[in-house]
């Protein structure tokens, strides 16, 4: 390890790990390349495609806008905390119904931003979920099966507002 | 239900995608999450300027720094490889020999001209800084027309005398004639803008090599893996046995991803130089400038008519801006393929011109060349019907051809094989309750807005009319595909086919029809996609052909793996296969349930050779190429709703209403996926997709995602899809292709409805994006020309 290298300890989907990240390392490079979560995606590391959103201590943000080293002693979630064993949770039930994905690369982005929506305990219409969802991009669907999934998810299937 | 009617289901199902679980929890494999031992990273540097002359390189500070491995420079390209192949040339056009590098001279920004591999891409980035380039900026120039004035710099010296690559008729009939008789003739010259695919996961690739082995493993974010693997063996000069192309996850693809570029060569050269892998991962500034561009294009469309309304003629004079170079699918085709869309008339001509300019190369993106021609078609019979007094959709409707017209050859030579274009039109219409909006009186809305509605029509060519058709236009590949099914001795299916998965839907559309014909379950089917050391060559997938060539693959593999299981069975059961059928992973007989055979138990016996009759050879696998003799073409109308502000220019997009035809929807959920996605790509190149160069510095400035506005979840108005399914006679199950109808009519809806609602002020559209300032521009024109 270079000199240049710094440890990091956080909480990642539910377990404490260390791992060592170049000061320069961005939070979405970590997470993929240190820590091999790799569902957390890169999009243009600029903070517009929010592909690599992920939970930080319950929050939903873009990971490629943070330095590694500011997810020291974090809560974390990405993707990868979502099923259970072999069960697909019921927000990635709902996209597989709505055909809300096609190639898949924003997929998880979309799912940690509903995530964290539900958390917040606030009811969305439909156009407060449009306004939501535009901190995700995606280029395959149109996104309408993208905003009636986040919509069954978040009202259990009752559009509400 | 009889078995056969439950499994004639399969087709025309919505089924669960095969692909989504391991998308839904992060467990796709897309390139950059190959990561293998010992791995270098790549990265490029490009020249920053428009054009410019290298007059020197200075590379050493850079070898110098601890972790750099390997650096590669113009010279070293041209002394190791040949130049990028071309799949698809411009016809009648010379070669212009494309170095994986810059070297003496570099013609757009953001050409590669320097590769470093290190220890991490942070480093390689870190070398790129210390790397010296001497360059000597050039005249240049990047607007479409003035590449071809006189006194524009030629780019391309020694194969070209100017920025003219090519000049290309399809005509039939008199159109000259007919022009000069009409009573009446609009013409315009509309300016199609420059816009990207902008797949979520840009482009990347990782370069294995065993030097002992002389095998190079390459996984790619590719469309096309065994084009891919082609054209490698081409510019290494290696034998293409020697080479392994592999496309798990494919993040979008969408056209961008066809053939070979610089970076993939370059990754495969440091590889194979160090013995070790090697990534390169594009980050999105790098993509805007190295990824192809689509689209732009400068049209002279012109229509001529009689007094009562009838089309006499079209005349289609376009120069398509091809960028620096000839990238893989160069230029859009199709603008002089279907520019007659669905409309009845004889005598028509298309010249297209082909440009070189010193911007980003121009290559294939969904639509190709049909969302362009259509603008300017669509907006110009607008135009026409308002000269004549005439309606829009009365007048369209007039001019159409009819299903009894069908199969019809157009001016173009293409030959549309069935469709009804009329009731889509009144479809539309109906949808949107057009005439009562005709009916009521115009008149603004709280806002100070009026309302306007806007079609357009179009015909879309889908799949290759046979590998002739496209040896005819130059193209380095067939209109084919192929699908290896092998039976395990779970009982299970393998289909292999060498089409990689990027959001199409194929894994499950192709485990349905297999599934249908072999009468298993869909579950039972496993698809390895992408890969070209375990697929059949195929071709790859584009062009909307995908689904009806590999559907007749399928077909012809699974009746010849069905027919080996069933003498097997037969043999076993003492009875005919005739007698047999297939019904939840058993083979029994028809008449009597309780005398079956596990499927796994056939396969099995199969496989090892034992207990199949003497005459049998051991093995159950089956391979199929099939390639259709016809382009299937899917045709529809789309209407926009719009309410625009007379005085400001601003407007909003109240609904969108797309009638589409593509036959026999294999499966409905994939369909409204791929032709909604596609509309909304098409919503963004409309209003407000924009690569914009500046004129004087050559610079893109909307090169970046904070300056490159494509559609979020927010901007995307209510969609109304409707569906009208007419089989087509061409195609295995009567299906057309789907995949990029979407991009196709919206420009034209949408600017046909923002002059309906202005209609009162004369106001015409002519370029893209349609944006407040155009139609601000516009309604000032018009007020000029009017006052």
């Known amino acids: 390890m270079s000199s240049n290298e710094h440890s990091i300890s956080l909480r990642v989907n539910g377990r404490e790990v260390s791992a060592e990240a170049p000061a320069r390392m961005h939070a979405a490079d970590f997470l993929r390349h240190r820590l091999g979560l790799t569902g957390t995606h890169v999009g243009c590391e600029q903070g517009v495609c929010g592909m690599c959103t992920i939970l930080l201590d319950g929050e939903a943000v873009k990971s490629c806008l943070l330095l590694a080293m500011q997810l020291e002693g974090a809560d974390v979630r990405t993707v990868e905390s979502l099923a259970e064993d072999d069960r697909l949770s019921d927000l990635q039930a709902a996209f597989k119904k709505r055909h809300a994905l096609q190639c898949g690369f924003c997929t998880p982005g979309f799912l940690m931003l509903a995530t964290g929506l539900k958390s917040s305990g606030r009811k969305f219409s439909r156009d407060e979920i449009r306004g939501e969802l535009s901190g995700v991009l995606c280029r395959c669907t149109g996104y309408d099966g993208i905003v009636r999934a986040v919509e069954d998810y978040l009202g259990d299937g009752e559009a509400v507002g | 239900m009889s078995a056969v009617a439950a499994q004639r289901s399969l087709i025309g199902a919505s089924l669960p995608r095969k692909e989504d679980d391991r998308l839904l929890r992060g467990d796709g494999c897309f390139t950059d999450d190959v990561q293998s031992a010992h791995q270098l990273e790549m990265a490029v540097g490009r020249c920053p300027f428009p054009h410019a002359e290298i007059r020197g390189l200075d590379v050493s500070p850079a070898l110098a720094l601890a972790g750099v491995e390997h650096i590669l420079t113009g010279a070293d390209v041209r002394a190791l490889s040949a130049p990028l192949t071309v799949l698809r040339p411009v016809p009648g056009a010379p070669e212009l020999p494309y170095y994986a590098l810059a070297g003496e001279r570099a013609i757009h920004e953001g050409q590669p001209v320097v590769s470093v591999v290190a220890t991490s891409r942070a480093l390689a980035e870190d070398a790129l800084e210390l790397i010296d380039i001497d360059y000597e900026p ?120 066809l053939g070979i570029y610089p970076e993939d060569l370059l990754a495969a050269l440091h590889a194979m130089a160090l013995g070790r892998p090697v990534k390169w991962i594009e980050d999105r500034l790098e993509y805007f400038r190295a990824s192809t561009h689509a689209r732009e294009a400068v049209f002279d469309f012109a229509i001529g008519a009689r007094t009562d309304g009838e089309i006499s003629a079209i005349t289609n004079r376009y120069t ?85 017209d069908l199969p019809w050859k157009t001016p173009s ?103 249908e014909i072999l009468a ?122 719009v309410a625009a502000d007379p005085e400001s220019g601003e407007f909003s997009v109240d609904r969108l209403v797309m009638v589409h035809d593509c036959g026999t929807a294999v499966n409905p959920l994939l369909v409204e996926g791929q032709v909604l996605g596609g509309l909304v790509q098409g919503l963004g190149a409309a209003l407000s997709e924009d690569l914009i160069y500046d004129p004087d510095t050559g610079q893109l400035v909307s090169g970046s995602m904070l300056d490159y506005f494509m559609p979020t979840a927010a901007d995307v108005p209510p969609i109304e899809l409707l569906h009208s399914e007419i089989p087509s006679p061409v195609t295995s199950f009567g299906e057309r292709g789907v995949g990029e109808v979407g991009t196709i009519p919206p420009a034209a809806a949408l600017a046909n409805a923002l002059c309906d609602a202005l209609s009162e002020f004369g106001v015409e559209l002519s370029r893209l994006p349609l944006t407040p300032e155009s139609v601000w521009r516009a309604l000032k024109n018009a007020k000029g020309a009017n006052p």
């Open chain 2, 413 to 515: 030579g293409a030959v549309y094989d069935s469709g009804d274009y009329v009731k889509t039109l009144r479809m539309a219409g109906e949808a949107v309750g057009y005439a009562a909006h005709r009916a009521a009186p115009r008149r603004a809305d709280g806002d100070g807005r009026l309302k306007g509605i806007g079609f357009a029509s179009f015909v879309e060519r889908t799949g290759y009319a046979s590998a002739r058709f496209l040896a005819n236009r130059g193209s380095i590949f067939g209109a084919h595909e192929s699908v290896t099914l092998r039976a395990n001795r779970s009982g299970d299916i393998d289909l292999y086919t060498g089409v990689s998965t990027f959001g199409q839907g194929s894994e499950t559309a192709f485990a349905q029809i297999c599934a």
């Open chain 2, 520 to 641: 298993v379950d869909y579950e039972s089917i496993h698809v390895h996609a992408g890969d070209t050391a375990s697929s059949p060559l195929n071709t790859g997938a584009f062009a909307s052909r995908t689904l009806i060539a590999a559907a007749g693959a399928i077909r012809e593999a699974a009746d010849e793996l069905r027919g080996k299981a069933l003498r097997i069975a037969a043999w076993v059961l003492e009875t005919a296969p005739e007698a047999l059928e297939v019904s939840g992973q058993v083979v029994r007989l028809r008449d009597d349930h309780s005398r079956s055979l596990a499927l796994s138990d056939i396969f099995t016996r199969a496989i090892i050779g034992q207990g199949i009759p003497p005459e049998e050879t051991p093995g159950l696998e089956a391979s199929a190429h099939y390639a259709p003799d016809e382009a299937a073409f899917s045709f529809g109308t789309a209407a926009a709703v």
């Open chain 2, 320 to 404: 398509t801006d091809l960028g620096a170079w000839n990238s893989s699918f160069g230029s859009a085709q199709l603008s002089s393929v279907v520019f007659t869309g669905p409309y009845k008339l004889a005598d028509a001509v298309a010249e297209r011109r082909v440009a070189v300019t010193n911007k980003t190369p121009i290559g294939a993106y969904r639509g190709y060349g049909q969302p362009e021609v259509n603008f300017a078609r669509e907006v110009l019979i607008d135009r026409l019907a308002r000269r004549l007094g005439l309606d829009a959709l009365e007048f369209r409707e007039r001019n159409m051809l009819r299903p009894e």
């Open chain 2, 138 to 257: 050039l005249p240049h120039v990047t607007d479409t027309l003035q590449a071809l004035a006189e006194d524009a710099p030629v780019l391309h010296p020694g194969v070209l005398d100017s920025n003219l690559l090519a000049r290309h008729e399809d005509r039939a009939g008199v159109p000259e004639e007919r022009m000069a008789e009409a009573d009446i003739v609009v013409g315009e010259r509309f300016r199609i803008n420059r816009v990207t695919a902008m797949a979520m996961e840009g482009r990347g690739v990782v370069a294995r090599w065993r030097p002992g082995a002389r095998q190079l493993s390459v996984y790619a974010s590719t469309q096309t893996p065994h084009l891919l693997r082609h054209q490698l063996a081409e510019s290494l000069r290696l034998d293409e046995g020697c080479i392994r192309v592999a496309a798990s996850d494919v993040g979008g693809g969408f056209g961008q991803k």
